[in-house]
């Protein structure tokens, strides 16, 4: 199809999808023997999350010929952060990057982008606003016709020693158990556990107080005196979002110095990390994780810059928070090393961490799980808890047991979220490699499956009967009198 500069409409750019697909000759005809456990057809996979990852990674196995099942617990169309609990403007990835394609060009959020408002448009974009990337998601979904099932929240995942993962799953209000062959967590930014604050939040009621993932409502902070706690880019997101709110006003508290001003890991983005990191040595995979977690992601500076137009927004640097507590007139006293601030409410912005107590639905197979501490011992000066603590995994993302044999079929449950990075690196959540990673993880599964099942293949292999040959091709020759042999 000519690159035109007119919009082309969303169901021109359908049909070239679906031509590009049939020249490929995808998706595959399915292959996977069925199984049967206590009479329940088991599913090939069932991926836990209908967010981007979990999405792409249901693609690419439906193009290699496997049955994916996604459960979310969402409103349909409301899966991920994007319409729901993000407050950036903007996405913070470039605009040109190919995210979920999986390689398709038609399924670009450019072709989608361009189909519809045309190039001109596109060359004046700057970054992809964040429910627009929502919307792009959706008809994801619906062009390619994925088996997503909302309102299903998974309330218990269970490995089991005859080779398959139950799960218990809340189906909008219904008890609902289904078994599967392998079960992926495509659980996002929180994977295994969720929002983390620091210990002054313990002692403070909940009213006073928000985590930047929570979904801020702009009554929240009408009229208030906010301290945003944090200087990444959902500390600028958050107090943009109070700000524009209507707060009184908005302090961002960072405990560094200074801002971070260089995005390092974006300087070490390359095909060749994405292929070459999960096969680094330990020492080299903890190196550049550790470095990247002291170096620090600057915010964006659209994001700082909506903050800093603000008279009444304060950038208080150098300003870890010692303590906070409800002073007598109603109000919150935060002290740092320098100042005592009087505040309203706080926010913060103080990002994720892995912690199973969050997850009671990953309670049967959670304590078995063999953790990077469990094998690594970091060298001196590169200590780090929030990376000890994310899990080990084997060669399909899946994870491991701490103590052999003590969590049969913990193997068939795979971390395709963000706490896979230290293994992997950024291919199980992030927009850069998402495709890449989906495509590794897919194929490992296939192969999987096809390995579990050679007897049966193999079976299959040899009872195929569809000839090439009728046997009316030719006629046997006839040796001349001179070739016999006398």
């Avoid at 000519?2 to 998706?27: F, S, V």
């Avoid at 197979?365 to 994310?390: C, M, T, V």
């Avoid at 000839?467 to 009198?481: F, N, T, V």
Wanted: proline share 7%.
């Amino acid at each position: 199809m000519p690159h035109t500069t007119a919009p082309i409409g969303l169901p021109a750019l359908e049909a070239r999808l679906r031509e590009d697909l049939q020249w490929l000759d995808l998706p595959a005809q399915p292959w996977v023997k069925p199984r049967h456990q206590e009479g329940q057809l088991l599913l090939e996979v069932a991926v836990i999350g209908g967010g981007m990852a979990g999405l792409a990674l249901a693609t690419e196995l439906r193009h290699l010929g496997v049955k994916a099942v996604v459960f979310d617990q969402s409103e349909e169309g409301f899966e991920g952060p994007w319409a729901t609990t993000a407050r950036m403007q903007t996405l913070r990835s470039p605009k040109q990057l190919s995210g979920p394609a999986l390689g398709l060009p038609a399924l670009t959020f450019r072709a989608w982008f361009e189909a519809q408002f045309g190039l001109a448009a596109w060359e004046q974009l700057d970054k992809i606003p964040r429910l627009q990337w929502a919307e792009y998601l959706r008809w994801y979904r619906h062009v390619l016709r994925l088996d997503v099932r909302n309102r299903h929240r998974v309330t218990r995942v269970q490995p089991r020693a005859d080779g398959c993962v139950e799960l218990s799953i809340d189906a909008d209000g219904q008890a609902l158990n289904v078994s599967a062959r392998h079960v992926v967590l495509a659980t996002g930014r929180d994977g295994l556990g969720g929002p983390w604050v620091p210990e002054v939040a313990d002692a403070l009621p909940r009213e006073y107080w928000a985590h930047s993932a929570d979904g801020l409502q702009d009554h929240w902070f009408v009229g208030k005196r906010v301290a945003v706690i944090g200087g990444g880019a959902s500390a600028m997101d958050a107090a943009g979002t109070a700000l524009e709110a209507g707060a009184r006003s908005v302090d961002v508290l960072v405990r560094r110095k200074d801002l971070p001003r260089i995005n390092k890991g974006k300087g070490a983005g390359s095909p060749g990390m994405t292929h070459g990191y999960w096969r680094l040595p330990d020492d080299w995979k903890w190196s550049i994780r550790h470095y990247l977690n002291l170096q620090q992601v600057p915010p964006p500076q659209g994001s700082t810059l909506r903050v800093s137009r603000h008279a009444n927004a304060r950038f208080l640097l150098g300003s870890p928070v010692e303590s906070v507590a409800v002073h007598a007139d109603g109000s919150l006293l935060l002290q740092t090393p320098t100042a005592h601030l009087h505040y309203d409410f706080l926010v913060f912005a103080t990002g994720f961490r892995s912690n199973w107590a969050l997850r009671p639905e990953f309670s049967p197979f959670a304590p078995h799980i063999k953790l990077w501490s469990d094998r690594y011992s970091a060298p001196a000066g590169q200590e780090d808890n929030e990376l000890s603590q994310l899990p080990d995994l084997g060669p399909l993302f899946e994870f491991l047991e701490r103590v052999p044999g003590s969590c049969p079929g913990l193997d068939r449950v795979h971390c395709f979220s963000y706490p896979a990075a230290l293994t992997y690196g950024g291919v199980s959540g992030d927009i850069p490699a998402i495709s890449e990673g989906a495509k590794r993880m897919a194929q490992g599964l296939a192969g999987q499956l096809f390995n579990d099942d050679i007897e049966l293949h193999f079976e299959a292999m040899q009872a195929y009967a569809e000839p090439e040959l009728k046997g009316d091709e030719w006629q046997p020759g006839i040796l001349r009198a001179e070739e016999l042999r006398t």
